[in-house]
């Protein structure tokens, strides 16, 4: 049945039956502070008494609370109780653009301008272990599953799906992923607004030309990050000034005194490459600096499904899609070699970025794009997904375990998440120790590696990905590990 929750005025109407009580409370707050009926500073009634009013265990409002002041939604202070947070008011955007003409150009490559091709980058030897961040375990690649939705999408594709379609990706694939980003990311989303791209770097080029033609000149960054999206960006023309990084993630609260930043790209979820989270109160302070200033946080969720210690963070665009483009990717969940990846776009920029995408390069495969919306829809990624993230916390379990055993003056970093952690060395260690790996073909990378040319080096480290080796090379590639430990 379900119920009314009329406390301070706001009836959520939730559907409270079966499973899924947990969610349910935290989509009808969510919507409730983004609609206005529940305004800032808004005291919430105790875990109790509201546990009580609906009819749930307190611990179940108790984790809902928890999940929400985590993301930003809410504040939770000693003596105070819970209570909506502080947010600046939205700045009205412009009117959205009208929706592109989706029918394509009759002649969209001529003569003499062929596909462009990603240049070969030929490795001079083959490590024995590949140990680099940001690698899956592609040996896992669900290949019965992904054929299955591959014959089951294509025996129901129309014919429309093999001509030229819309270039902001097939409307099946929108539908699935909207579905889905909403159920397990906490995205507000609309399949209007998504776009389908090749990676997180062919979305990045994509949104860095648009804001380069709206008049933005700089893009803030993070102070450790990857450098090829520090170029990409510097090719569309754009300054990237580095924000600072504490135990708390990115100092958001730096972005009002940066000069002529319009955007900011962040990994909020899981820093990369150091594995923190972001603070709810920086959260809020990216938030509100888009709002006083127009400008647009540029979120890379990259590897947002893996979360092992706690139910995953909700994704920070669900605090305000209008000055948040959301990033995610099947290249951590699934496999690089698919070149699927999204954009959730504010709505004001949907339809620069789709016109974008149609004049560069159109890319992603429509059958593969209709394979992976099926795959979505059957619950197969899901099934996944859940697998995959018991076998990467595994790995990670026995990582930390064997770092304890071999090296125990060194210290693992980071959340409990992703496919990577930071090992902390000795000062002035970083280079010997990867010298020792790559002696021993281990592929290999320090943290000094990541850093922004003018940001501050960090103690020295490493970054160990255990998502690479199949379970076959696993043992000893952490055997390895352990014997270049200083």
């Known amino acids: 049945m379900a119920n009314e929750w009329a406390t301070f005025g706001a009836d959520l109407h939730l559907d409270l039956t079966g499973r899924g009580r947990r969610k349910a409370l935290m989509d009808a707050l969510r919507e409730a502070v983004r609609s206005g009926r529940l305004t800032a500073g808004t005291r919430l009634p105790s875990s109790r008494s509201l546990a009580a009013d609906l009819g749930m265990a307190r611990n179940t409002v108790a984790d809902a609370y928890a999940e929400l002041t985590a993301e930003g939604w809410l504040t939770a202070r000693q003596g105070s109780g819970t209570r909506v947070a502080p947010r600046s008011e939205p700045r009205p955007g412009p009117r959205p653009d009208p929706r592109p003409d989706p029918r394509p150009d009759p002649h969209p490559r001529a003569a003499g301008h062929p596909r462009p091709r990603p240049p070969l980058r030929p490795a001079p030897g083959t490590p024995l272990y590949d140990l680099q961040a940001g690698r899956p375990d ?34 099946e ?73 504490d135990e708390k993630g990115t100092r958001t609260e730096e972005l009002g005194s940066m000069d002529g930043v319009g955007a900011v790209l962040m990994t909020p979820a899981h820093q990369f490459p150091l594995g923190g989270a972001l603070a709810p109160a920086r959260r809020a302070a990216a938030v509100d600096w888009a709002r006083a200033e127009g400008g647009l946080i540029l979120e890379d969720d990259y590897d947002g499904e893996f979360r092992y210690d706690r139910q995953a963070v909700g994704a920070l665009q669900g605090l305000d899609p209008e000055r948040v483009v ?19 776009l504010p709505g004001d920029l949907a339809g620069e970025v789709a016109a974008a995408k149609g004049e560069v390069d159109w890319v992603s495969a429509a059958t593969d794009q209709l394979t992976f919306a099926e795959f979505l829809a059957s619950g197969a990624y899901d099934r996944h997904v859940r697998a995959m993230r018991l076998r990467y916390r595994r790995r990670r379990d026995q990582l930390v375990a064997a770092v304890a055993a ?29 010298r020792a790996a790559a002696d021993q073909g281990l592929a290999l990378l320090g943290v000094d590696r990541f850093r922004h040319p003018d940001a501050a080096p960090l103690p020295d480290g490493i970054v160990v990905g255990y998502g690479t080796p199949p379970d076959s090379a696993w043992s000893g590639a952490l055997e390895t590990l352990c014997r270049v430990l200083p």
Not at 159 to 164: I, K, L, M, S, V
Not at 406 to 432: C, D, F, Y
């Open 406 to 434: 071999h090296a125990p003056a060194l210290r693992v970093s980071g959340i409990a998440a992703g496919l990577h952690v930071v090992l902390e060395l000795p000062p002035g260690t970083e280079e010997s120790t990867l």
């Open 326 to 344: 959301y990033f995610g990717t099947a290249s951590k969940s699934l496999a690089p070699g698919l070149r699927l990846a999204w954009m959730m």
């Open 138 to 171: 592609v040996a896992s690649f669900p290949r019965a599953d992904w054929l299955k939705a591959a014959r089951k999408a294509l025996t129901a594709a129309p014919n429309d799906a093999f001509g030229y379609g819309d270039p902001r990706g097939r409307i």
């Open 173 to 245: 694939l929108r539908t699935a992923l909207a579905e889905y980003l909403a159920r397990a990311r906490g995205v507000h989303a609309d399949p209007d607004r998504i776009v389908v791209c090749s990676g997180f770097v062919h979305g990045l080029q994509l949104v860095g030309r648009v804001l380069r033609d709206r008049g933005v000149r700089a893009v803030g960054v993070e102070s450790f990050g990857l450098r090829a999206h520090r170029d990409l960006l510097a090719r569309q023309d754009l300054r990237t000034p580095a924000l600072g990084l």
